[in-house]
Structure formats: C-alpha cells, structure tokens
T-cell receptor, first 116, second 112 residues
Framework: EPEVTQTPSHQVTQMGQEVILRCVPI?????FYWYRQILGQKVEFLVS????????KSEIFDDQFSVERPDGSNFTLKIRSTKLEDSAMYFC??????????????FGDGTRLSIL | KNQVEQSPQSLIILEGKNCTLQ??????????LRWYKQDTGRGPVSLTI?????NTKSNGRYTATLDADTKQSSLHITASQLSDSASYIC???????????FGIGTKLQVIP
C-alpha cells in the first residue's frame, strides 16, 4: 500500500538555524498538509497546499515557515530561524481530495525536530 | 472558539472486550468529523469520516456514531485486540480548515 514518507526521522538543530523537513506524499494525491505535535499535546494544523500554492494556514504558520513542492514528488517545510518552541514532531499528510471531502488524509510517521 | 473534549482520557481494557470512546465538540459550522488512531511514535491513521448527514460509519471492528444536533460522537471498538492499544483522536471539521481542532485523544491500553 502506498504511503507517505518523511525524512529525516529525527533532526537536531541549533537554535537560530534553518531546517528543512522533507516529505514524499502518495504519488497521485493532490492535497498536501503539514502538522506538528508538541510532546504530550494535540496535533496542530500548520498549512495545506494545493495546485502549487498554500490553500490555508493556521496562526502558527508565521513568516518563519514556508512550504515548497520543488519537483513532482517532494513536499518540504522550511523553518527559517528555529526557536526552542519549534521542538515537536512534524507530520506530513496527503489526500486525493480536499479536507472537506470524505477522503482520508494519509500521514507519514513524522520528523522529530529537536532544537538545542 | 472551537473546542473538542474527549473522554475518558485513558482507558485500560481486557483483550476481547468492547469499549466506547466519547467526543464532544463545539465547532460551527460543521463539515465532517474524523476519527484517527495514533500508535505511539507514529502518524495518525484515519479510521472513519462522517458528514453531518451520517449517523453511523463502520470500519471493521470500529464503529463511529455522530449526533450533529448534540455535537457528540463516539467510537466503539468491538472485540478489542492488543494492537488496538493506541491514542484515538476525534477531529471535527468546521468550514475553515485553518481552524481545525484535534482532540487530545483517548489513550487506550488493551491488556491480555
């Protein structure tokens, strides 16, 4: 069964450094998402992406964050200048229809980002 | 403000037993409601998706119910297995996905 893959599984970065998290969504999916989950807390939506542009973004997704689909397979999340509070598990997800449809979102197993 | 309350926070049951997890929400307007299973250290896996017109939806041993009038949903697990040990997360969706609110989840442990 096709799956969403994320790399790396764990990223350790110094505060203030830039970090890029990578995702390969399921190949025929059109909608892409990033979420984060701080340890012990609920999953939080960051951004959705469709047709090569951001569809929706939450208040968390400020100017420090950006997303890109640089080619036909990868979907990346960049954090420009990391803060301690960015430490979390970051999940990528994809779906073949939008969030208001009855199509499921398929999640990757996440990248654990640790900011020192 | 959209809120999601799940109960119980945690639950321990014997293998083979049934259980029901609850979700109360306040999102408005309502679009659909999703239940996810999240194993420790893994990404959420979609179990069911229900629109406001659906009362019940099943996926194998998982059956979700929805009462859009009272803004309540439940997830019933039948004949539990050890592999059902996970967090179960309720996600009601409002009109704007930027405001989507995930529940904190119910942590279920199935013991032999």
């Amino acid at each position: 069964e096709p799956e969403v893959t994320q790399t790396p599984s764990h990223q350790v970065t110094q505060m203030g450094q830039e970090v890029i998290l990578r995702c390969v969504p399921i190949s025929n999916h059109l909608y892409f998402y990033w979420y984060r989950q701080i340890l012990g807390q609920k999953v939080e939506f960051l951004v959705s992406f469709y047709n090569n542009e951001i569809s929706e973004k939450s208040e968390i997704f400020d100017d420090q964050f950006s997303v890109e689909r640089p080619d036909g397979s990868n979907f990346t999340l960049k954090i420009r200048s990391t803060k301690l509070e960015d430490s979390a598990m970051y999940f990528c997800a994809s779906s073949d229809d939008g969030p208001y449809s009855n199509q499921p979102q398929h999640f990757g197993d996440g990248t654990r980002l640790s900011i020192l | 403000k959209n809120q999601v309350e799940q109960s119980p926070q945690s639950l321990i049951i014997l293998e083979g037993k049934n259980c029901t997890l609850q979700c109360n929400y306040t999102v408005s307007p309502f679009s659909n409601l999703r239940w996810y299973k999240q194993d420790t250290g893994r990404g959420p896996v979609s179990l069911t998706i229900m629109t406001f017109s659906e009362n019940t939806k099943s996926n194998g041993r998982y059956t979700a119910t929805l009462d859009a009038d009272t803004k309540q949903s439940s997830l019933h697990i039948t004949a539990s297995q050890l592999s059902d040990s996970a967090s179960y997360i309720c996600v009601p969706l409002s009109g704007g996905y930027q405001k989507v609110t995930f529940g904190i989840g119910t942590k279920l442990q199935v013991i032999p």
